[in-house]
């Protein structure tokens, strides 16, 4: 028909602006939903369903908290078994003896020791006679060099060597002499003294004297 136009039918009541309103609204949501599950590739309707669950229910489940430390190395090996203990070797103990474990006392004092009396010299001759000394001289009769201050002697026979024991009968000291020289050769001595052995028994002042003698073996 010539001269006919269409013309959009507009709603001026509240309901209708309201139910225009909903019908967009629905159309917007719509398309929405359809770009994300076209953009995700799943079904609308397949995520889960929330279920509201009680709080009891809710605190008996056990959370599992990961750690981030943990390496992945960590978790692959296997357990390490815990290294041995070692045990101290036991000290070695030494037996005591039975002496020692009685209680110590002082040491004792050590005994005293006596002299082991000096081996008798037998007297295989004895006599008295005159007696002197002589204090010069280089050489003795048995080649020595005469020395006065030793304890030596000279007799005409004894042998060399031979230890006499001369004692002055007036205060009884008496000393003991070795035979190294010959002598004296004067009537009534039978022994002539070095000084030193002289002057134990008596004074030299003196010059000769009587004296008791005994020959020891």
Do not use: W
Not at 197 to 215: H, M, P, Q, R
Request: with cysteine; hydrophobic share 40%; net charge positive.
């Amino acid at each position: 028909m010539a001269g006919r136009h269409s013309r959009t039918r507009m709603f001026s009541t509240p309901a209708g602006i309201a139910a225009t309103a909903a019908v967009g609204v629905a159309l917007a949501v719509g398309g929405t939903v359809g770009a994300v599950q076209l953009a995700s590739g799943e079904p609308a309707d397949s995520t889960p369903a929330l279920v509201d669950a009680p709080a009891s229910s809710l605190a008996d489940i056990p959370t599992v908290s990961a750690s981030p430390s943990a390496s992945p190395s960590a978790s692959l090996s296997p357990s390490a078994s815990p290294s041995p203990t070692v045990t101290a070797s036991p000290k070695a103990t030494r037996s005591q003896a039975a002496s020692r474990s009685k209680a110590r006392t002082a040491a004792p004092k050590p005994a005293a020791t006596t002299k082991k009396p000096a081996p008798t010299s037998t007297v295989v001759d004895s006599g008295s006679c005159g007696a002197s000394f002589y204090d010069e001289g280089q050489l003795t009769a048995n080649g020595e060099t005469f020395d006065p201050e030793a304890l030596t002697a000279a007799h005409k026979t004894l042998p060399f060597d031979t230890r006499v024991r001369v004692t002055n009968p007036a205060n009884g000291k008496s000393v003991t002499v070795r035979i190294n020289d010959r002598g004296p050769f004067i009537a009534g001595r039978c022994i002539d003294l070095s000084r030193a052995a002289f002057a134990t028994i008596a004074s030299v002042d003196v010059g000769a004297l009587t004296v008791k003698y005994e020959v020891l073996g």
